[in-house]
């Protein structure tokens, strides 16, 4: 299998190539399929919603906390808006917020971790102590702590201060992860050779290093960028974030705090946190996917008859015992 | 034990990968019966096969495997449970590995015991006469395993092994790994055990020398198939398969100086491209255009137990002997 | 003179078991070795004799606590930065998991091209790499595989190769057929030895295994617990031990003609 993949990646050297064939690797794999497909549908939506929203959604227009209708898909909230052109106005902020935590995030967790990983032992234990410093401080503290300084810039730099303080706050975990399996890869004897051949250390990093981890990248990138959606809810809870911006994470915080639960409008409440958990499920399922894919062990194979297997091997969780 | 027609393989993207093709043996008690072939050749395939811990992709499609008159593969999970580790116990290959690292050896000791509802006041002495048969000192229990050697990994292993008394064991690959002195020690060990305490050993590896050192008799796989088996002694000194006489004459051995006619050539078999006719022929030094269309049947020699399968013996060793002559 | 000689090398881990506690190991102690041009030795001793922590000081992978390395009779022991990579040039290392050396992510050719580019190679690169891969009884088709796609005596030869696109003078070979199939182990022997003869490297061949030690080193030196306890003549080493360790070793070898 494993070799069938790398032959199919020589053969198509063409730029076209290098984008389909690692996506027919990964729609290879059912879960990844499945979080893949969702996720396009999710972005889709987004797309769709910036054009075709039926009302504007921030417009406090109509009569207030009505139940779904024709006229209003999903309903009206507390304070007269149209809570189906929120969600789908809201998409595209979500998802954004999402992605560029996850990317920004990601490619800072790797600059710190491989250099923390991979530099002198002066450099490591520096990089690591700041490391740790983000890791011991609690999240709720530091987005207080940034968020206070960013807040009276926020009106003219759109998401551009939440993102950054979700940033500051969620590199770190990613940076630990990054760090330790660069320390151990670095004692490999592939590497240990390369540094024999007169490899630099950059080079190393590059050429090795980045692709010997590139499932973990991207399976933090999925990890962060959740990290990022959920922050999203939770920054405005704080009451450090913008609450005139339209996303899901603003919808259900004025939801929440409007007791939309006790007064029964679920048709508030119930659309934002959906869309939230497919946007989680799809990215859980594209991770776990792609660790199924970095790590064939973890694979099944089609089999005409795994019955007959079952039969003679009897129970399947017996260990082996000494 | 023995062992009747096994056909087993991997399941894979590409579908079935056929492993083991048609393999009978019989172990008879009280000796070492050697499995011997590179690796890949399916042995430890063979090996899990036997304890019937053969596990998905892993596919046992036909056969049977009969100890003490009951057929291994069929039977249910509490019965295979209570024949392990009292009856028959295996250590897989790389077994000292698989230690819990984060459990000391004696509670590791002590669940393999409660798993089979041992009596409290019997570990002791069970633990104690166990680890008096690899020459271990009590206190390795007091350690954990990455707090050991290599070599006591192994001990502590094959004492786990012979806790509940079996009288069969079957050995993957056991001193793998390990540096020929430490490997020395153990191999004398197995052996002394298994004369004392009258075992059968089923014993798994690709180093042909120190299987020959042990085994009293052995079993030759190539390809998933038996191409030889037999006593040990009629192997080595009488090899009725160019496998078994190219594999021993490519040994290192103290005293002798490298030559190329020892280099055995080309690589061991790959399970997705089988060759037609005889598996081995396109390494064999002695094969003929018959040997690739024909695929030579298990055939007995003049001695009874002596089996092997080539299309070519026993023409084919007399060849050998008159070139060893004339050079 | 000899292109590689040490002056009572030592070599001592320091472990930290929390701030206070450390554990001393001292792994080698005095080692006196030399390696002559043209040279093919043995350096035998069981697992955690000191072997490999040699081999790993002479290329610099570690630092040495005591004595001196001399490379053509100039004390390199203090070499630091530019100097270490101008001598890694010289002096390679072969390892023991061929499983481990090579980057799973990158072809053969790739392994072979890098160190070839890194010397500033002037001819043209790919006869190069064909040649290397020649001198390893390889052929060119070898080139677009992956380690993967090799076997275990394959990698270990694309290695050799790898380590020759450097041109260097002297070859550590530490346990390199050990992990290897008995049947492979010769192969990769005599082409060793065939790189000494024709390349005039001199090699120093780690082991464990007095089998294969025998039949290809001239000089031998046989370590125990970080010591050298025996150095002289392979052949006269092997006939008439002198030491107690080495008779040991030479009565473990394995053997199928001898009954355990
Ligand atoms: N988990 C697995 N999935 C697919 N193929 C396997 C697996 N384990 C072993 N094999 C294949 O089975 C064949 C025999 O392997 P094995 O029994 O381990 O041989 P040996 O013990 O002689 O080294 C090899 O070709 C190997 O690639
Ligand atoms: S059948 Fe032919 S190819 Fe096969 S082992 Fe015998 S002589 Fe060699
Ligand atoms: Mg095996």
Redesign the pocket.
């Known amino acids: 299998m494993k070799m069938e993949e790398q032959e199919v990646i020589k053969d198509n050297k063409s730029l076209l190539g290098k984008i389909i064939n690692p996506l027919k690797i990964l729609l290879s794999n059912g879960k990844a399929k499945a979080g893949f497909i969702m996720l396009v549908a999710l972005i889709l939506f987004a797309i769709l919603g910036q054009f075709f929203s039926p009302y504007n959604p921030t417009k406090y227009e109509f009569a207030r906390g009505m139940p779904p209708s024709y006229a209003h898909l999903l309903g009206t909230t507390i304070y007269g808006q149209d809570v189906f052109s929120q969600l789908f106005y809201g998409a595209a902020p979500t998802l954004m917020v999402g992605f560029a935590v996850g990317v920004l995030g990601t490619l800072i967790s790797i600059a710190v971790g491989i250099s923390a990983g991979f530099a002198s032992e002066r450099v490591n234990t520096v990089i690591t102590g700041i490391i740790n410093i983000f890791l011991i401080i609690p999240g709720v503290l530091l987005i207080m702590l940034f968020g206070s300084f960013f807040l009276g810039l926020h009106q003219s730099l759109g998401y551009l201060p939440t993102i950054l303080i979700l940033i500051i706050t969620g590199w770190a975990f990613g940076a630990r992860t990054f760090r330790s399996i660069t320390l151990s890869i670095a004692k490999r004897d592939f590497i240990l050779s390369s540094i024999l051949i007169g490899e630099s250390r950059l080079s190393i990093i590059f050429r090795q290093i980045i692709r010997a981890i590139f499932p973990v990248i991207i399976s933090n990138f999925f990890f962060t960028a959740m990290y990022g959606t959920m922050g999203l809810t939770f920054v405005e809870y704080l009451g450090v974030g913008n609450l005139l911006q339209v996303n899901w994470g603003t919808m259900l915080y004025w939801a929440i705090n409007n007791e939309a639960y006790l007064t029964g409008m679920w048709w508030w409440i119930l659309p934002p946190s959906f869309m939230i958990s497919i946007l989680m499920f799809s990215f859980i399922l594209l991770n776990f996917g792609m660790d199924e894919i970095g790590n064939p062990s973890l694979r099944r194979f089609k089999s005409k008859n795994k019955n007959e297997n079952k039969k003679i091997i009897g129970d399947l969780d017996v260990n082996i015992e000494n | 034990m023995e062992v009747n027609h096994i056909n087993a393989g991997?399941e894979?993207e590409n579908g079935y990968?056929s492993?083991l093709k048609d393999v009978s043996l019989t172990v008879n008690r009280d000796i070492i019966l050697g499995i011997a072939?590179?690796?890949?050749?399916?042995?430890?395939?063979?090996a899990a096969v036997l304890y019937n811990s053969f596990r998905y992709?892993?596919t046992i499609r036909s056969g049977e495997v009969i100890f003490d008159g009951k057929n291994l593969l069929k039977m249910k999970p509490n019965e295979l449970r209570k024949l392990r580790g009292t009856e028959i116990s295996f250590i897989p290959?790389a077994a000292m590995n698989a230690l819990n690292p984060v459990k000391k050896i004696r509670l590791q000791f002590y669940d393999m015991m409660i798993a089979h509802n041992i009596k409290e006041n019997d570990f002791d002495s069970k633990i104690s006469s166990s680890l008096e048969l690899v020459r271990l000192q009590e206190n390795v229990l007091d350690n954990f395993p990455h707090e050991l050697s290599g070599g006591m990994r192994q001990r502590v292993v094959i004492a786990m092994s012979l806790l509940l008394s079996p009288k069969f064991i079957i050995l993957d690959e056991p001193t793998t790994g390990l540096d020929v002195m430490v490997e020395h020690d153990i191999l004398l060990d197995i052996k002394k055990i298994q004369r004392t305490l009258g075992l059968t050993i089923v014993f798994?590896s690709?180093d042909l020398p120190i299987l020959f050192g042990i085994s009293d008799a052995i079993v030759m796989m190539y390809g998933g198939e038996i191409v030889e088996s037999g006593d040990y002694e009629d192997l080595l000194r009488n090899p009725a398969h160019p496998y078994t006489y190219q594999l021993l004459k490519s040994i290192p051995l103290i005293g002798t100086k490298i030559d190329s006619s020892m280099i055995m050539k080309g690589i061991a078999i790959d399970?997705n491209h089988i060759p037609h006719g005889c598996y081995f022929h396109p390494r064999c030094n002695f094969a003929v255009p018959k040997c690739s269309d024909i695929h030579p049947e298990l055939k007995q020699t003049d001695g009874k137990t002596h089996l092997y399968r080539c299309n070519r013996y026993p023409e084919w060793s007399r060849n050998a002997k008159l070139e060893a002559i004339g050079t | 003179m000899s292109i590689l000689r040490t002056e009572n090398l030592s070599k001592t881990f320091i472990s930290r078991h929390g701030i206070i506690a450390a554990e001393k190991t001292e792994a080698l102690k005095d080692i006196n070795i030399r390696l002559e041009e043209k040279e093919l030795i043995g350096i035998v001793g069981a697992s955690g004799s000191g072997k490999s922590t040699l081999a790993k000081l002479l290329v610099f992978l570690y630092r040495p606590t005591g004595g001196k390395i001399y490379y053509m009779d100039e004390d390199i022991t203090k070499y630091r930065g530019k100097d270490v990579k101008k001598y890694r040039k010289k002096i390679q290392m072969v390892f023991q998991d061929p499983y481990a050396s090579l980057d799973p992510n990158h072809s053969v050719e790739w392994h072979i091209k890098r160190p070839l580019i890194l010397s500033r190679y002037n001819g043209d690169l790919d006869n190069r790499i064909d040649e290397l891969l020649d001198m390893v009884t390889l052929n060119k088709s070898y080139r677009a595989k992956f380690p993967h796609q090799l076997s275990g005596g394959q990698r270990q030869r694309v290695y050799l190769a790898r380590t020759l696109a450097v041109s260097p003078e002297v070859l550590i070979a530490d346990e390199p057929v050990s992990m290897l199939d008995v049947s492979v182990r010769i192969e990769i022997l005599t082409l060793l030895q065939r790189i000494k003869e024709q390349l005039g490297i001199s090699i120093i061949y780690i082991t464990h295994d007095l089998n294969t030690v025998s039949m290809i080193t001239s000089r031998l030196y046989v370590m125990h617990q970080g010591m050298v306890v025996e150095n002289g003549d392979t052949d006269s080493i092997i006939n008439r031990p002198s030491n107690e360790y080495t008779r040991k070793l030479i009565a473990a070898a394995p053997n199928p003609y001898k009954r355990i």
Not at chain 2, 37 to 46: N, V
Request: hydrophobic share 25%.
């Open positions: 991997y894979s990968i492993v072939g590179e690796s890949g050749s399916g042995k430890s395939t063979l992709p892993g290959q798994i690709h399970f």
